[in-house]
């Protein structure tokens, strides 16, 4: 007569044996090492192109160039020419299809992200020209006195 | 459109500088979590006191132990699903574990104390199993079909009764109850470990934090088993109230509720001071060693958390019920204001941890405060607030209830 | 007695048999495979911060939230810029309102006004993920979502994560997060689709001021290596041992 003591452990054998089983179907076929070693590259391989395929949004200054050349130019010789055009335009994705229309952002908080005076002794930025916003010409959007492309104080409206 | 939700911003407040992406994102249920598997190992060590090291007054409350350890086992899985972000993958653990991750043993861990409480549950019960299978024999009914057919699967095959097959059921008994220790101790010893190797964590980063995790368990585990045990012993006596009308001191197999209880509590104390002994080691080393976190942990453990700390966890929760304990002439009164006391102390100290390590900045320049959702207006505020985990502090018993129907595991007087 | 050595080969094969199931996950630890996986050697993304550039206007965290299509309303990002200012009393008082998304226009620090007269120095740090060469966030995650690519860049993959939040833990630099929307762990992969095809990552290509860089850490002729090897630059909380490859010009000692 067998020993009945064997019994549960030969349910939980089954039970391993139905998990392999489960795993051999749910888990993705690329799922592996894929890298120097198992505590860092263990993963499903297919994931790394997933990543490379995500659609580029910011197309950088170069795609302006062929529809905006005049405020290209002129952003080019002023102060603020190290200053992307999507900076403050919004990424062009499909510009020109779609979106048709990049929005064209007057708000003084656009400016302000520079040209809000702090006390910053020792930064980069107490060497550009800031005002206090709650005293400048508070309400009034900035552009209405200085060009964004070409905001240099000689060139004000 | 799904909502959007910053995740742990609802019941996070924040004070001074914290990171941007900084929020209470391990909450209640993280409490739980560790506090439910404690409960686990406790009662199961406390259940193998009795078939290992043959404390024979500890019979009864063994196998009760044993039964609710098992009804405590799928508990532990719910905070868990509770918490994930994506409880529908949590399987995803058992298919793809990253053993570099302690969090990946659970699924190893988890199941291997699962096959060592159901076979050791099969083995205590084997006899009734067999004598109920054939007691239903032969009668009418689909209830008694279904019945029927339960314990007859149940018995897996083997309707062998003498005495020599019951001697092989006690040998091996002995020693699942003997494995299943070392087990019991790593099912909830990884669950210090999760905590105490993040490094990023000034709090939880300790080795010593596997070894509080054990000792406050088992102190856990069998304060509950003990609560559990005599509140229902006393409910039945309540019920079976003689007819002469005179209180009879509850005999269990022939020994008395209060020896019974009163063993337990020896035990009790023990890991009590042992795991607080160690969790004050750890504070005197912290402060002593003062690393570049301290300045900030000591805002946070002597002032912040103070009353959480030293009144509520280590007063309320330890002090207390061991100054309870160790006062003569201990009554069954007594010792159950003990155990509730210590019940408090061990999930407050769960919570000191969990939300405690949080309650800092990974800056050192901040604070962060846990604001528990109590009344939930979406799944988040639910799952992961107070009713969530009422639920889960519930479900135990409702599982030992079912449970029980099938394997009963209190018995008034006499029986094996 | 026989009985109980059987007992006892029963009990060992119970826990042989609990053990089968890591080693069985330990088949893709083939050598052949891992040999195959060191192909390409030659490139490994790093980035460099100059503290002494950044300005704090923010069109980096900007530009990050809409190529990475974070949700713009939230206070989460994968990379934000943190103000220092210093008082002559030797505080410091750190704020980064929205992650640093509208750039810094207040000068109260967290709705605590400071008199300018006494700030001795104030400066801004901008952080990301530092793609560290030991991720301690990739060591903790139990389903293997998270990882490193041969070129250095710790991603997370959206479809495997079970969102349990140990890597958001583990990270000592708070660079991860939970995606607001895909509920599944979020960070910083330097725009892994762009530099993939050649473009540089969002932040720096919007930065004017040329205080974001990104290059390959083993190539001895590019910019960013360059100055890594001639100039004096520094990492951030070098102590946990993870190895952090961003680098930075012009740590202050109070940069937490």
């Given amino acids: 007569m067998r020993n009945h003591v064997w019994r549960p452990l030969y349910l939980v054998l089954g039970a391993i044996a139905l998990l392999l089983v489960i795993r051999y179907f749910l888990v993705p076929k690329d799922f592996g090492v894929h890298g120097i070693n198992f505590t860092y590259g263990f993963h499903r391989a297919g994931n790394i192109p997933e990543w490379q395929a995500v659609p580029v949004k910011y197309q950088g200054r170069e795609s302006c160039t062929e529809c905006h050349p005049e405020n290209v130019a002129a952003n080019a010789s002023s102060k603020h020419a190290p200053i992307q055009c999507e900076n403050c335009h919004g990424p062009a994705l499909n510009h020109p299809e779609s979106p048709a229309k990049l929005a064209i952002d007057t708000n003084r908080e656009l400016c302000l992200r520079c040209h809000a005076a702090l006390s910053t002794p020792g930064s980069q930025r107490s060497r550009i020209k800031g005002i206090d916003p709650a005293s400048h010409n508070p309400g009034i959007p900035c552009r209405d006195c200085h060009n964004p492309h070409k905001p240099d104080l000689e060139d004000m409206q | 459109m799904e909502p959007m939700i910053v995740h742990g911003l609802e019941w996070t407040s924040k004070e001074l ?378 479900t135990p018993f409702v599982l030992f209830w079912l449970i029980n129907k099938i394997v009963p595991s209190l018995k008034f007087e006499g029986g094996r | 007695m026989k009985c109980s050595r059987r007992d006892l080969l029963k009990t060992a094969l119970t826990a042989t048999a609990a053990a089968a199931l890591p080693i069985a996950a330990f088949r893709f630890l083939s050598p052949a495979e891992v040999r195959a996986a060191v192909a390409d050697p030659a490139l490994r993304w790093g980035f460099l911060v100059d503290t002494e550039k950044c300005v704090g206007c923010g069109f980096c965290v900007k530009a990050c939230k809409l190529e990475n299509e974070v949700p713009y309303d939230v206070p989460v990002s994968r990379t934000w810029v943190e103000r220092y200012s210093v008082t002559r009393d030797g505080q410091t008082h750190i704020d980064s309102p929205m992650a640093g998304r509208d750039g810094f226009t207040d000068p109260k620090v967290r709705d605590e006004a400071i008199d300018p007269a006494e700030i001795t120095k104030a400066f801004f740090v901008p952080k990301l993920c530092n793609q560290c060469d030991n991720p301690a966030c990739v060591q903790v995650c139990p389903v293997g979502a998270t990882y490193q690519t041969k070129d250095g860049v710790v991603l997370v993959d959206r479809d495997w994560c079970i969102g349990c939040g140990y890597c958001i833990m583990a990270c000592p630099y708070g660079v991860r997060f939970f995606h607001p929307v895909y509920k599944v762990a979020e960070k910083c992969n330097f725009c892994y689709h762009r530099i993939s095809k050649g473009l540089k990552s969002a932040c720096v290509e919007a930065c004017p001021f040329g205080a974001r860089q990104i290059g390959n850490l083993k190539n001895p002729e590019d910019p960013v290596t360059r100055i890594i090897m001639t100039q004096r630059v520094a990492v951030l909380k070098d102590e946990y041992g993870t190895k952090p490859q961003v680098f930075y010009i012009g740590l202050d000692r109070n940069v937490r």
């Fill in chain 2, 17 to 394: 500088f914290v990171y941007p992406n900084e929020f209470i994102y391990w909450s209640i249920q993280i409490v739980m979590y560790p506090y439910m598997t404690g409960l686990v190992a406790g009662a199961f060590v406390l259940s193998s006191l009795y078939h290992v090291f043959d404390q024979k007054d500890l019979k009864e409350l063994a196998r009760f132990s044993l039964v609710f350890s098992l009804a405590l086992l799928p508990t532990a899985l719910m905070p868990l699903l509770f918490h994930l972000q994506q409880p529908l993958r949590g399987p995803n653990v058992m298919l793809t574990p990253h053993f570099t991750s302690a969090i990946a043993a659970f699924g190893i861990v988890f199941s291997t104390y699962a096959a060592i409480v159901l076979s050791e549950i099969w083995f205590v019960y084997r006899e009734y199993f067999v004598a109920q299978a054939l007691a239903l024999r032969g009668q009418q009914g689909l209830g008694i079909a279904v019945k029927r057919l339960l314990y007859q699967a149940l018995t897996l095959g083997a309707y062998d009764t003498s005495a020599p097959a019951l001697a092989k059921d006690k040998k091996a008994i002995r020693i699942l109850a003997g494995a299943g220790i070392p087990v019991a101790c790593f099912l909830h010893g990884y669950a210090g470990f999760i905590f105490g190797s993040v490094k990023a964590n000034a709090l939880w980063m300790s080795p010593l934090m596997p070894v509080i995790f054990i000792m406050s368990a088992v102190v856990s585990g069998i304060a509950l088993c003990m609560l559990t045990y005599i509140v229902i012993m006393k409910w039945q006596k309540f019920r079976a109230v003689p007819a002469k009308g005179t209180e009879t001191a509850q005999v269990l197999g022939g020994v008395a509720l209060e020896d019974v209880i009163g063993k337990a509590s020896r035990y009790l104390l023990g890991f009590l001071v042992a795991a607080i002994s160690l969790e004050l080691l750890d504070l005197v080393f912290r402060g002593y060693t003062a690393m570049k976190s301290w300045d900030i942990l000591r805002s946070v453990l002597y002032h912040k958390d103070f009353v959480s700390i030293f009144i509520l966890q280590y007063g309320v929760g330890n002090l207390l019920p061991f100054a309870l304990l160790i006062l003569p002439r201990l009554t069954i009164r007594r010792t159950v204001l003990a155990l509730i006391f210590i019940l408090y102390g061990v999930f407050m100290m769960r919570w000191n941890v969990v939300i405690g390590g949080q309650a800092f900045s990974l800056s050192f320049a901040g604070f962060m405060q846990y604001h528990l959702p109590i009344l939930p207006h979406n799944l988040d505020t639910f799952k992961e607030g107070l009713l969530g985990a009422l639920t889960v502090a519930a």
